[in-house]
Structure formats: structure tokens, C-alpha cells
């Protein structure tokens, strides 16, 4: 017996093989996710690098070095599983893009950001997938289906703007960094939107038939998913008003608000939507909505939670990515013709740029059209920021390349490893060679004398916006044939003025029906509940 129980104990505490191999390596990845945000901070106000490339550099280096420790048998801890990333990495990257984001002015620019994000994509969907059939039959890449060739339109088309959202200031420059922010994030859902609508057709015969079937399955996935986000943002903002969490334990309101923003991304990948749309708007509601109904220390803790478990995500995507870069295996399959993924990286570099102005700068054009204000318009130097801030490709392309053109990571067909290949090229290019020069070209375009102009006008408007906003909770709604200017805002006095000036028409009705019903329901600014004793006392209600 006392044998037995010495066995047992000693198996305890003794590690098989592989999974002591396993916890090394997620210890030495640990390990360097703080080296990461550590160089990072010391290396934060270079005028080249940022804590992406950072991440990525550290990546390619520790790649280089367990390279050279296996003698060239292995160059990555961890294989990449396009599973992992969309399940555990991408969620709370996305939601902290809803939650943080500055509502009014995304929905201002709406219209700008989704013809961005949306009409843009899909143009250069279409640029990248027609110029690479083109420009690979010449390279002698001819063993590409049409399925193959759209997947790439829909891998490439995924913008990663994180390089210069970091550059840029969200005070100093409101209008153009709600542009790039609310594009990329649209941009993301609609390349996924339409990778997963391509894996679901036989497109060996592309028909008009199959055509429509195939914008049909994108509207539908996009409406879904934004429903579903809506919807699930709307109970967790009821159930916490209706239940007053906050009157005895503030960790029930936190963990509920994480673990529901988490659910709309799980529902809506076992749906089979687009779960990047449907938790950021989860995300956006929220905000809107749930936030206001908790207690004054949850909203510190929620807007920090998901601040940091955002940035820790990022982190790990690009040290992630400058790991896989060196994976061996792939580049050994290739080494037999290196030319041919060197001329494929290249030719969907190009592409990637000619897609991306040939959407910017007519759709730009369109946009200035109807905005009345000289400030408002999207100038020039602007439109070159905005193009620039999409030609990187990131870990979203990655993770389409690797589901698309592998199986768990690994692959031993020529064409399959020339795309992964191609993939990792464009990617570790685009981000390191796009992303240093981001920092000094934004120096250049955009000068010190109009930032602070800018900076000084968006603290104006917000100052009015927080007044306006206050008297809106005491004063009878507005009647809808007074014709008035506030908050910028135009309001209509009939369905011709919601033809002439639609994004202000449409903004001022919302507000007719969330000051009405929404936040009376849901709660929100104004309307959240009252918690005794909390800080949250004075609130109105």
C-alpha cells in the first residue's frame, strides 16, 4: 500500500516528456511577451520603431536562435493554429475596438468608414484577385483554382493598422484616426466576411447563378452578425440594470460584462457568422449602454481589463508571427525554386497597392463632396495617410493563409508552401518596411501647426458635446419640424432633408429614439441605476 501511494505521488509531481517540453516553451514565451512590452516602453518615443515591429523583431530573433540551438530542425516554439487565434487571440482585440472607440465621431464618418471598409474592400478584392491570375500565369503559378485566387483576394485584402494607430493621436487628429480605426476594423470583418463566403461555394464554375448566391451569403452574413452583437450587448446592458449587481459585489458585474462579450463571439462562431462584426459591436453597445449601468469602480476596471487583455493580444500576435516566419518546413519545400516566391511576394505587394488607391482616393473624393465644412473634408496629405495606414498586412492574412493553403500548420504541396511562403514575405515586408516609415511620414503630411489646431478644435467639441449631451437628459425631445443646428448636427424637418443630408438625418433620429426608449430601458448615460453607497450616487435616474 505504501508502495502504491509512493507511486502515485511521485507520478504527481513528475512531468511526461512532451508536456514538461510544452510548459518550457509557453514559460519561455511568457518570458518573451515581457521582454517585448519592456523594449518596447524603453524604445517608445524612437522616431522609427513601435512596440509591434518590436514584438516582431524579438519574434524573428528568438526564431534565429532556437534555429541555430536545433541545428536547423525547428525555428518556433508553438505551431500556428489559425484555431487559437481566431478563438482566444482575436476576440478581445476586437471587442476593446468597439468598447474604446469614440461613437460619435465613428458614426459621423459612418458612411466614409463603411464605403472604406466595405465598397473598398471589395475593390480590392476583385484588383488583387483578377491581377493575380494574371501575373502568376506568367510566373508559371498555374495549378491556382478560381478559389484559390479569390481566397487570396480575401487574405490580402485584410488591412493590420495597428502600426499606425499608434503613431496617430486620437485627440490631435479625431477625423483621421476615426477613418483608419473604424476602416480597418470593418475592413477585417468584411475580408473574413467574404474568405468564409468563398470556402462555402464550388467556384470551379462561377455562374450568375452562383454569383448572387455568393453576395446574398455576404449581406446575410453581415447583417447577422451585427444583429447578434447588438443583441447580446442589449441583454447584458438589461440584466445588469434590471439585477443591481453593484449593491453586493462589483467582481459579479466585471465578470459578467467580460464573460458575455465573450459569448457573442462564440455564438457567433458556432452560428458560422462573422464573429469579428459581431463582437465588435457587441463591443460598441456595451459601451453605449452596459457600462453606464455599473458601479464606478467596475467601469475602471472594465475600460482597464479590456484595455490590457487587448494589448497583450497584439503583443502575441506579432512575437507569434516573427517566430512562424522561420518555419523551416515551409521554406524547404520552396528552396528548389526561390525565385518563383520572391516574383509572387512581389507581385501581390504591387497588387496590394494598387488595390488600396484605387478605393482611397475616388472614395475620398466622393466623401468631400458632402461634407459642407473645409475642416471636415479629407484632404490630400490625409487621403496618402489613410492609403498608407492599410497597405500592412498582418496577423489576420496570416491566419486565412494558414486555413486556406495548409492542414494544422504544416504542408508538403509546392503550391500550397509558395503561398504560405508569399504570405510571410508580404506580411514581415509590409509591416517592417510600411510600418518604420509611418511614424516620419505622418511627421511629414501631417504638420505640427494643423495638429494642434485640430487638437484645440476636438477639445472645443467635445466640451460642447458634454454640454449638449447634459441638457439633452432635462429637456423635452425636440419637435421634428424645428430647424436647428446643435451638437453640429442638422435637424430634419421632413424625408427631403433626410435625402440631403442623410448621416445627420439619420444621427438625430436615433437620438429621438435613444432618449426615448433605448437608454429608458437599457440604461446608460443618464439612466443608470441607483447603487447606495457607491460613487455612482449622483447620477440621474
Same mark, same amino acid.
Given at each position: 500500500?505504501?508502495?502504491?501511494?509512493?507511486?502515485?505521488?511521485?507520478?504527481?509531481?513528475?512531468?511526461?516528456?512532451?508536456?514538461?517540453?510544452?510548459?518550457?516553451?509557453?514559460?519561455?514565451?511568457?518570458?518573451?511577451?515581457?521582454?517585448?512590452?519592456?523594449?518596447?516602453?524603453?524604445?517608445?518615443?524612437?522616431?522609427?520603431?513601435?512596440?509591434?515591429?518590436?514584438?516582431?523583431?524579438?519574434?524573428?530573433?528568438?526564431?534565429?536562435?532556437?534555429?541555430?540551438?536545433?541545428?536547423?530542425?525547428?525555428?518556433?516554439?508553438?505551431?500556428?493554429?489559425?484555431?487559437?487565434?481566431?478563438?482566444?487571440?482575436?476576440?478581445?482585440?476586437?471587442?476593446?475596438?468597439?468598447?474604446?472607440?469614440?461613437?460619435?465621431?465613428?458614426?459621423?464618418?459612418?458612411?466614409?468608414?463603411?464605403?472604406?471598409?466595405?465598397?473598398?474592400?471589395?475593390?480590392?478584392?476583385?484588383?488583387?484577385?483578377?491581377?493575380?491570375?494574371?501575373?502568376?500565369?506568367?510566373?508559371?503559378?498555374?495549378?491556382?483554382?478560381?478559389?484559390?485566387?479569390?481566397?487570396?483576394?480575401?487574405?490580402?485584402?485584410?488591412?493590420?493598422?495597428?502600426?499606425?494607430?499608434?503613431?496617430?493621436?486620437?485627440?490631435?487628429?479625431?477625423?483621421?484616426?476615426?477613418?483608419?480605426?473604424?476602416?480597418?476594423?470593418?475592413?477585417?470583418?468584411?475580408?473574413?466576411?467574404?474568405?468564409?463566403?468563398?470556402?462555402?461555394?464550388?467556384?470551379?464554375?462561377?455562374?450568375?447563378?452562383?454569383?448572387?448566391?455568393?453576395?446574398?451569403?455576404?449581406?446575410?452574413?453581415?447583417?447577422? =452578425?451585427?444583429? $447578434?452583437?447588438?443583441? /447580446?450587448?442589449?441583454?447584458? !446592458?438589461?440584466? &445588469?440594470?434590471? %439585477?443591481? *449587481?453593484?449593491?453586493?459585489?462589483?467582481?459579479?458585474?466585471?465578470?459578467?460584462?467580460?464573460?458575455?462579450?465573450?459569448?457573442?463571439?462564440?455564438?457567433?462562431?458556432?452560428?458560422?457568422?462573422?464573429?469579428?462584426?459581431?463582437?465588435?459591436?457587441?463591443?460598441?453597445?456595451?459601451?453605449?449602454?452596459?457600462?453606464?449601468?455599473?458601479?464606478?469602480?467596475?467601469?475602471?476596471?472594465?475600460?482597464?481589463?479590456?484595455?490590457?487583455?487587448?494589448?497583450?493580444?497584439?503583443?502575441?500576435?506579432?512575437?507569434?508571427?516573427?517566430?512562424?516566419?522561420?518555419?523551416?518546413?515551409?521554406?524547404?519545400?520552396?528552396?528548389?525554386?526561390?525565385?518563383?516566391?520572391?516574383?509572387? =511576394?512581389?507581385? $501581390?505587394?504591387?497588387? /496590394?497597392?494598387?488595390?488600396? !488607391?484605387?478605393? &482611397?482616393?475616388? %472614395?475620398? *473624393?466622393?466623401?468631400?463632396?458632402?461634407?459642407?465644412?473645409?475642416?471636415?473634408?479629407?484632404?490630400?496629405?490625409?487621403?496618402?495617410?489613410?492609403?498608407?495606414?492599410?497597405?500592412?498586412?498582418?496577423?489576420?492574412?496570416?491566419?486565412?493563409?494558414?486555413?486556406?493553403?495548409?492542414?494544422?500548420?504544416?504542408?508538403?504541396?509546392?503550391?500550397?508552401?509558395?503561398?504560405?511562403?508569399?504570405?510571410?514575405?508580404?506580411?514581415?515586408?509590409?509591416?517592417?518596411?510600411?510600418?518604420?516609415?509611418?511614424?516620419?511620414?505622418?511627421?511629414?503630411?501631417?504638420?505640427?501647426?494643423?495638429?494642434?489646431?485640430?487638437?484645440?478644435?476636438?477639445?472645443?467639441?467635445?466640451?460642447?458635446?458634454?454640454?449638449?449631451?447634459?441638457?439633452?437628459?432635462?429637456?423635452?425631445?425636440?419637435?421634428?419640424?424645428?430647424?436647428?443646428?446643435?451638437?453640429?448636427?442638422?435637424?430634419?424637418?421632413?424625408?427631403?432633408?433626410?435625402?440631403?443630408?442623410?448621416?445627420?438625418?439619420?444621427?438625430?433620429?436615433?437620438?429621438?429614439?435613444?432618449?426615448?426608449?433605448?437608454?429608458?430601458?437599457?440604461?446608460?448615460?443618464?439612466?443608470?441605476?441607483?447603487?447606495?453607497?457607491?460613487?455612482?450616487?449622483?447620477?440621474?435616474?
Amino acid at each position: 500500500m505504501a508502495s502504491s501511494m509512493e507511486s502515485v505521488v511521485m507520478s504527481l509531481g513528475m512531468r511526461s516528456g512532451a508536456e514538461a517540453l510544452r510548459i518550457d516553451a509557453i514559460t519561455l514565451f511568457v518570458a518573451l511577451l515581457c521582454a517585448s512590452i519592456l523594449i518596447g516602453h524603453l524604445l517608445e518615443k524612437t522616431k522609427w520603431m513601435n512596440e509591434s515591429i518590436t514584438a516582431l523583431v524579438i519574434g524573428l530573433c528568438t526564431g534565429v536562435i532556437i534555429l541555430l540551438t536545433t541545428k536547423g530542425k525547428s525555428s518556433h516554439l508553438f505551431l500556428f493554429n489559425e484555431e487559437l487565434f481566431f478563438i482566444y487571440v482575436l476576440p478581445p482585440i476586437i471587442f476593446n475596438a468597439g468598447f474604446q472607440v469614440k461613437k460619435k465621431r465613428f458614426f459621423e464618418n459612418f458612411m466614409t468608414i463603411m464605403s472604406f471598409g466595405i465598397i473598398g474592400t471589395l475593390i480590392s478584392f476583385f484588383i488583387i484577385s483578377f491581377g493575380a491570375e494574371k501575373l502568376f500565369n506568367k510566373l508559371g503559378i498555374d495549378y491556382l483554382d478560381t478559389g484559390d485566387l479569390l481566397a487570396l483576394g480575401a487574405i490580402f485584402s485584410a488591412t493590420d493598422s495597428v502600426c499606425t494607430l499608434q503613431v496617430l493621436n486620437q485627440e490631435q487628429t479625431p477625423l483621421l484616426y476615426s477613418l483608419v480605426f473604424g476602416e480597418g476594423v470593418v475592413n477585417d470583418a468584411t475580408s473574413v466576411v467574404l474568405f468564409n463566403a468563398i470556402q462555402r461555394f464550388d467556384l470551379s464554375h462561377i455562374t450568375s447563378g452562383v454569383a448572387l448566391q455568393l453576395v446574398g451569403n455576404f449581406i446575410y452574413l453581415f447583417v447577422t =452578425s451585427t444583429l $447578434l452583437g447588438v443583441a /447580446v450587448g442589449l441583454a447584458s !446592458a438589461y440584466a &445588469i440594470k434590471k %439585477l443591481y *449587481f453593484g449593491r453586493h459585489s462589483t467582481d459579479r458585474e466585471v465578470a459578467l460584462m467580460i464573460i458575455m462579450a465573450y459569448l457573442s463571439y462564440i455564438m457567433a462562431e458556432s452560428f458560422n457568422l462573422s464573429a469579428i462584426l459581431t463582437v465588435f459591436f457587441c463591443g460598441i453597445v456595451m459601451s453605449h449602454y452596459t457600462w453606464h449601468n455599473v458601479t464606478e469602480s467596475s467601469r475602471v476596471t472594465t475600460r482597464h481589463a479590456f484595455a490590457s487583455m487587448s494589448f497583450i493580444a497584439e503583443i502575441f500576435i506579432f512575437l507569434y508571427v516573427g517566430m512562424d516566419a522561420l518555419d523551416i518546413e515551409k521554406w524547404k519545400v520552396v528552396k528548389n525554386s526561390p525565385g518563383t516566391s520572391v516574383g509572387a =511576394s512581389a507581385i $501581390l505587394v504591387g497588387l /496590394v497597392l494598387v488595390g488600396r !488607391a484605387a478605393f &482611397i482616393f475616388p %472614395l475620398s *473624393f466622393l466623401s468631400n463632396l458632402s461634407r459642407k465644412s473645409q475642416n471636415d473634408k479629407i484632404t490630400f496629405n490625409k487621403q496618402v495617410v489613410i492609403w498608407w495606414a492599410g497597405l500592412m498586412r498582418g496577423a489576420v492574412s496570416m491566419a486565412l493563409a494558414y486555413n486556406k493553403f495548409t492542414s494544422s500548420g504544416h504542408t508538403q504541396l509546392r503550391g500550397n508552401a509558395i503561398m504560405i511562403t508569399s504570405t510571410i514575405t508580404v506580411v514581415l515586408f509590409s509591416t517592417v518596411v510600411f510600418g518604420l516609415l509611418t511614424k516620419p511620414l505622418i511627421r511629414v503630411l501631417l504638420t505640427r501647426r494643423d495638429s494642434n489646431s485640430r487638437s484645440s478644435s476636438s477639445i472645443m467639441s467635445s466640451e460642447l458635446t458634454e454640454i449638449a449631451d447634459t441638457k439633452s437628459l432635462t429637456l423635452p425631445l425636440l419637435d421634428p419640424e424645428t430647424e436647428m443646428r446643435s451638437n453640429g448636427i442638422f435637424r430634419a424637418k421632413s424625408l427631403s432633408m433626410l435625402l440631403k443630408t442623410p448621416s445627420n438625418a439619420v444621427h438625430y433620429y436615433w437620438r429621438r429614439l435613444d432618449d426615448s426608449f433605448m437608454r429608458p430601458v437599457f440604461g446608460g448615460r443618464g439612466y443608470s441605476p441607483y447603487h447606495p453607497g457607491s460613487l455612482t450616487e449622483g447620477s440621474l435616474h
